[in-house]
């Protein structure tokens, strides 16, 4: 009787503790690391969410520098032409210069430098005269309808008969718009024609 009471009691010890192993390693642990996955999905979320105003703010400020280099874009276009016009860059260089009282030796072409949607077109200008005439220049080439940009600038003082006069060496560049096949081919002179140095003052 005994033995048949124990019997049935490991019996049924044994039994629950298959069904305890049941439960914990099919539905206990699969649901707990189920549930696991699903908080870090949830937390995923709520942070991919609490994103979204920045993510908003990042694209309106990206949208608003994209307007502002439209705008800048359109703005260069009216100063960088789609025509090189060589005659009018050389002759209004030397129109500047002499009715900044300076007196132009030399107006030297460098190699035209292209970029993806225009091309850079390099001078050295030597120019002497009084200081005043110098600044009055530059600022004529910064002011002027065409865009104009200086890179160097290189003075010296005279004196004895030229004193109070400088002579200046200046690196300036022009620009035009590549929507046409426009280059600058017609600048591989080595030197410009004194007949445009000359240009009357005004």
């Known amino acids: 009787m005994n033995d048949k009471l124990r019997r049935d009691s490991l019996i049924t010890i044994i039994s629950l503790a298959v069904v305890v192993a049941l439960f914990t390693f099919v539905i206990y642990l699969p649901g707990l690391k189920s549930k696991q996955q699903l908080n870090k999905q949830i937390a995923s979320i709520q942070e991919q ?3 979204i105003p920045t993510k908003v ?3 309106e400020q990206l949208q608003e520098e994209l307007q502002q280099r439209e705008a800048f874009i359109n703005r260069m276009k009216k ?3 789609t025509d090189k016009d060589t005659h ?4 209004r ?3 500047l ?3 900044s009282s300076l007196t132009v030796s030399s107006l030297n072409p460098g190699e035209p430098v292209p970029y993806a949607t225009y091309l850079r077109q390099p ?3 030597n120019v002497s005269g009084p200081y005043k005439g110098l600044i009055q220049f530059l600022n004529g080439l910064d002011t002027d309808s065409r865009l104009f940009t200086v890179s160097n600038l290189m003075l010296t003082s005279q004196y004895g008969e030229n004193k109070g006069l400088v002579k200046g060496t200046i690196e300036l560049s022009v620009y035009v718009l590549r929507d046409t096949e426009s280059n600058f081919s017609d ?3 080595n030197r410009v024609s004194q007949s445009i140095l000359s240009t009357d003052k005004r």
């Open 123 to 125: 001078f050295t200008v």
């Open 49 to 51: 969410i609490r994103s």
């Open 79 to 81: 100063h960088i032409p």
């Open 97 to 99: 210069a002499n009715s």
């Open 57 to 59: 703010e990042q694209l």
């Open 88 to 91: 009018r860059v050389l002759q």
């Open 93 to 95: 260089v030397a129109q």
């Open 187 to 189: 600048f591989n002179e």
